[in-house]
């Protein structure tokens, strides 16, 4: 079995995203998802960390006829496993939440998370209640995956595993105002951005 | 305040209905016992989405996310989830963008539960540390207008704003009535 290269995954689940809105969490998640060109729909993360799935669900309960993808790391989502049972009672329908796994904190130097130790996140997030769970561990699996993330399917949690070989940094804006106030002019229009 | 057929609405009506008037659509909450008759009337209301929480830094998240989306929110917690919030409040802090929230304060007037005090005690401080504008209502005529101008300066000037709904004003929890 081959091991995953995360920016080609991220590479092929963010292929023809048009209005795609993606959440990504702080450090190499952020970096994969501006690997692939910046956009105005991208909300990096920089800190915060813990929240990432929990800014995709108020997202996705604002915009509910747009698809949210919620793109994050293993340690950042073990800081948010709550969020899971949050949102599995939510079952926001347009929500799709994709944990890249390399078992690694990867900032702070390749320190093994819990996954490297047998921490199961599609497994927390089977028993939180959130129906559409999937492990992939195979490249090719990614490509139907991104049909998903952009049809119709509901509610949908992965977990890809990934190598823990650092990639290059693709660094994102990180002026948090310049983000913010993007998103949401693509979101409401360029007036509407500014309303209150 | 409002007065109806010679009887004083609660205090939360008053919220509730602030919420109804400056479109507040969505109300995350760690439910305290200060704000039972507030959550329950939000979930009633089928023009408010309640979206409960495993602890309160979701909720912060969480307004993030919907305020992007064009969506006003308000968390409701109680003081001891203002210190899980601390971290999380870097987020609409750096971005610029607002927050209300509304938290009962246990640990100060009449506090029957030592542990509660602590937390209690350094609430404000955390918040404004936090960058976060603190407002207080101890009485009930306070909080119509304190949660009104709030809210208001939340969503106008975009700020991350608490008001702290006094201890005094929810009633002390009364442990021992209970345990008789």
Excluded at chain 1, 60 to 71: D, G, K, N, T
Excluded at chain 1, 176 to 182: D, K, N, T
Excluded at chain 2, 111 to 133: I, K
Aim: with cysteine; proline share 5%; glycine share 10%.
């Amino acid at each position: 079995m081959t091991v995953i290269d995360r920016r080609e995954a991220v590479r092929r689940l963010l292929t023809e995203r048009e209005g795609l809105v993606v959440v990504a969490g702080l450090g190499a998640s952020a970096y994969d998802v501006a690997a692939c060109g910046d956009t105005p729909l991208d909300f990096p993360l920089w800190g915060a960390m813990g929240g990432a799935a929990m800014v995709g669900l108020g997202l996705a309960i604002a915009q509910p006829s747009r698809a949210v993808l919620v793109v994050t790391g293993d340690g950042e989502m073990l800081m948010g496993l709550g969020s899971l049972a949050t949102i599995a009672v939510e079952r926001p329908a347009n929500l799709r939440i994709v944990v890249l796994d390399n078992e690694r904190f990867g900032e702070t130097g390749n320190q093994a998370t819990h996954t490297a130790f047998g921490t199961d996140l599609a497994g927390v997030a089977m028993a939180c209640g959130i129906a559409d769970v999937r492990t992939i561990t195979a490249i090719d699996d990614v490509d139907r995956l991104r049909m998903d993330v952009h049809g119709a399917v509901g509610l949908l949690f992965a977990v890809i595993k990934v190598a823990a070989d650092p990639e290059p940094r693709a660094l994102p804006p990180r002026d948090g105002p310049y983000l913010a106030h993007r998103v949401r002019a693509e979101l409401l229009g360029a007036a509407g951005a500014l309303d209150d | 305040m409002t007065v109806t057929g010679g009887h004083r609405a609660h205090w939360a009506d008053d919220i509730h209905a602030l919420f109804r008037a400056h479109t507040i659509t969505l109300v995350s909450m760690v439910p305290d016992a200060g704000h039972q008759r507030l959550i329950e009337l939000c979930q009633a209301d089928p023009g408010i989405r309640t979206v409960t929480l495993t602890t309160e830094e979701e909720g912060v998240a969480l307004a993030a996310g919907a305020w992007l989306g064009g969506t006003r929110s308000a968390l409701l917690i109680q003081s001891s989830g203002v210190g899980n919030c601390v971290n999380m409040l870097s987020l609409p802090r750096i971005c610029h963008l607002p927050l209300f929230v509304l938290v009962t304060v246990r640990g100060e007037w009449g506090e029957f539960n030592p542990w509660q005090v602590p937390m209690g005690q350094s609430t404000p401080a955390v918040l404004e540390a936090s960058g976060v504008t603190v407002f207080r209502a101890d009485t009930p005529d306070e909080v119509g207008p304190t949660i009104e101008g709030a809210s208001q300066l939340a969503w106008q000037s975009r700020r991350r704003v608490a008001v702290l709904l006094s201890q005094r004003l929810i009633g002390a929890k009364r442990f021992e009535e209970a345990a008789r």
